[in-house]
């Protein structure tokens, strides 16, 4: 069985962002990192090759260059193989952009399973794997917080509600995305940092996975961005002390709360 | 002219709160016509209650398929209700498994989408919708580009919803063409949470919400003992959620949930990055906290340095005492 593992370089959450003048992230200005859910992705996928004899796992990553850094990082949990999409057309691709040349890279591979994080921690629109699934023509089990593979090819997710679940069953191929309730992602392993620098890495551009560059990018793109402005800093409220009863902090509270409407 | 279709969730053929804002929020920057798509089971009996928020047709679709598979039968029904009607944009609730369905009928019918949206305007014939993004460091203007319709996810509790007056919309039922392809995902159970009787976190205009500092998981007795008081919804940073004290599914932040309420009280919660990309952009902050120093303090309209297992009681008692 082959799985996939789409993972993204994202910005760290806690660095400050600056903004081209395109509209887009200047990513080179911040501290990137592999996007915290997709060390789930990896960690089930790894618990599969775990429990089965016939895994192999390939990372898939569109990024710059520079997020050769990210998809080492994904092979040393003890992924096998990598896909590197780099191209300069690929700046500024939103989710459809993103969706279309993640399926187009997959187009000539073998595959059985996609497994990958509900959401990036830059965009967080949720979008990508249901996108992913639609043009690969093959159905989604997103927001999985349990997944089972069958030896018959069967792929059973519970997929996360408020508070419950509902239990989806489909025929692999299949795309599942999944939240962090699935597992505990482990920490790589030294041997597992030296062994992910000799992996092989397949980088291919646009033309390489059968796109133009008007099929991808701000140019292959169904949405854009008029604007984008930093958000004034909040300025902080009152500060009150509380004397140790509740008394003074309880009172300050319902005042406030009163005032504002909300009882 | 914009023609505006919105996605209405139900349950049992009640629409769902977050559907009758987004329907007030399509008739207030429409210029068009605002028209209701409802699918599933009790879709024809939601459909009775969307011409007051100013729905003036409803493309309904009781196949049985809409509940018994997931996510590509409503896709399916989407793209016939888009067809039916003719709509420039569709505006949706922004729930995970709504955006599923419509990211994938985007796909099908060549458009794109702006998730997340807090406000809406129109220039022309497009949206232009206002969102943050970076965890709420900055906010950006979007706006779906191409010529299918604009797929437009807007976040709950960003417009108020508000009687039209209008009476019962007409109602047209969609016949959908179900390629053998939307059925390939069974759903084969359905678990429920036990009903708590609160609001739905990522709906919920008031979130009260626990972190490390509750110390154990007793603690969110307490922090629901507030959030009834409130009427409000219970949420949890992720220390709380990894502590097992609370499901994963009330986890705001970062790698959970972002809500932008009108009010969010945290209670015992450090206010580190990661927790603040998931609440800053909630309207009202209010915060309870033993350590003064604690950032989340830099982001409060009120906080109040203290012993939340003492200040929690006094003030329910005083919040139930005034609402009489």
Not at chain 1, 62 to 80: C, I, N, W
Not at chain 1, 113 to 133: E, F, K, T, W
Not at chain 2, 9 to 35: F, R
Not at chain 2, 111 to 121: C, F, R, T
Request: proline letters at 4%; aromatic letters at 4%.
């Amino acid at each position: 069985m082959r799985i996939i593992c789409p993972v993204k370089r994202v910005p760290d959450t806690a660095a400050e962002k600056k903004v081209n003048d395109d509209l887009t992230v200047d990513r080179d200005s911040v501290e990137a990192i592999l996007n915290a859910n997709d060390e789930w992705s990896i960690e089930e996928a790894m618990r599969l090759k775990e429990s089965r004899d016939d895994v192999e796992i390939v990372a898939l990553c569109m990024g710059p260059e520079s997020a050769q850094q990210t998809v080492r990082k994904a092979l040393s949990y003890g992924l096998d193989a990598a896909i590197q999409v780099t191209d300069s057309a690929i700046e500024g691709s939103d989710a459809t952009a993103t969706a279309r040349v993640l399926a187009a890279a997959l187009a000539d591979e073998e595959w059985d399973l996609i497994i990958m994080g509900n959401q990036s921690s830059d965009a967080r629109s949720m979008l990508v794997p249901a996108m992913l699934a639609e043009y690969l023509d093959v159905p989604a089990l997103t927001y999985a917080k349990r997944l089972a593979v069958g030896d018959d090819g069967s792929v059973e997710a519970d997929r996360e509600t408020a508070g419950g679940h509902e239990t989806v069953t489909t025929q692999l191929p299949a795309v599942v995305s999944v939240v962090e309730a699935i597992n505990e992602p482990r920490y790589p392993s030294f041997k597992g940092i030296m062994a992910a620098k000799k992996k092989p890495l397949d980088t291919r551009d646009l033309a390489a996975i059968g796109l133009s560059p008007e099929e991808a990018g701000h140019a292959g793109s169904s949405t854009t961005v008029l604007e984008a402005t930093p958000k004034p800093p909040k300025e902080a409220g009152d500060k009150v002390e509380d004397d140790g009863t509740g008394q003074v902090g309880a009172k300050a509270l319902v005042d406030f709360l009163v005032e504002k409407k909300f009882i | 002219m914009t023609d505006i279709l919105v996605l209405v969730e139900h349950e049992d053929g009640t629409p769902k709160k977050v559907s009758n804002q987004i329907l007030t929020a399509a008739k207030q920057i429409g210029d068009g016509s605002v028209a209701a798509a409802i699918f599933g089971a009790g879709a024809a009996a939601a459909a009775d209650k969307v011409g007051e928020f100013g729905a003036t047709t409803a493309y309904v679709w009781e196949g049985a398929e809409a509940d018994e598979y997931a996510t590509e039968p409503k896709v399916a029904a989407l793209v016939a209700a888009i067809e039916a009607s003719g709509a420039d944009a569709v505006l949706y609730a922004a729930d995970p498994f709504v955006t599923d369905v419509v990211a994938r009928c985007a796909v099908r019918t060549g458009s794109g989408v702006v998730a997340d949206a807090v406000d809406l305007e129109l220039d022309g014939d497009r949206i232009v919708a206002s969102k943050a993004i970076f965890g709420g460091d900055m906010n950006s203007m979007c706006q779906v580009t191409g010529d299918g319709a604009q797929f437009i996810g807007v976040k709950p509790n960003s417009f108020q919803a508000e009687s039209a007056g209008g009476g019962a919309a007409e109602v047209v039922e969609l016949s959908v063409d179900l390629p053998e392809s939307a059925t390939r995902a069974k759903i084969t159970d359905v678990v429920e949470a036990a009903a708590s009787g609160r609001p739905e976190m990522t709906e919920a205009a008031i979130i009260v919400s626990g972190g490390r500092g509750l110390g154990e998981e007793e603690g969110f007795e307490l922090i629901g003992e507030l959030a009834d008081a409130l009427g409000g919804a219970v949420g949890a940073s992720r220390a709380a959620t990894d502590a097992g004290w609370i499901a994963h599914s009330h986890q705001i932040g970062q790698t959970g949930k972002t809500v932008s309420p009108q009010l969010y009280l945290a209670n015992g919660i450090s206010g580190a990055i990661q927790h603040r990309a998931g609440m800053q952009t909630a309207q009202t902050i209010a915060v309870i906290n033993k350590d003064a120093e604690a950032p989340i303090f830099s982001i409060a309209d009120i906080g109040i340095v203290g012993d939340l297992y003492k200040v929690i009681p006094p003030l329910v008692e005083e919040i139930n005492k005034r609402k009489g």
